[in-house]
């Protein structure tokens, strides 16, 4: 099973990116799906997940910016972003984890948000 993610890109300061992601194959088991992002020379850094049954946990930077939202059946995860800032470009990390401790990550796309 393979993640491909899509959306990034650049953006000027204010404006909106959604991005998505998708699994290749059926995952069986999913108890949380999320993305992360790691921007140069920082930590990879929780963005935003959602649980199976749609508790959402979002970090601290994001929270009232970015909505994440998610598509079971084909194990699509998505996230929307407005109000982008400069500090928000990062590489965005698509991510799903699993019972017995499955953890599947994708490739990560760039976003970049210029001032």
């Known amino acids: 099973v393979q993640l491909q993610a899509f959306g990034g890109g650049l953006v000027q300061a204010g404006g909106s990116l959604r991005l998505s992601c998708a699994a290749s194959?059926?995952?069986?088991?999913?108890?949380?799906m999320g993305w992360y992002r790691q921007a140069p020379g920082k930590q990879r850094e929780l963005v935003a997940a959602?649980?199976?049954?749609?508790?959402?946990n979002y970090g601290d930077s994001v929270k009232g910016r970015f909505t994440i939202s998610r598509d079971i059946p084909k194990n699509t995860v998505y996230l929307q972003m407005n109000s982008l800032k400069p500090e928000d470009t990062a590489v965005y990390y698509c991510?799903?984890?699993?019972?017995?401790?499955?953890?599947?990550w994708g490739q990560g796309t760039q976003v970049t948000v210029s001032s």
């Open positions: 991510n799903i984890g699993a019972t017995g401790g499955r953890i599947y």
């Open positions: 194959g059926i995952i069986f088991g999913i108890n949380a």
């Open positions: 959602m649980t199976t049954r749609g508790s959402t």
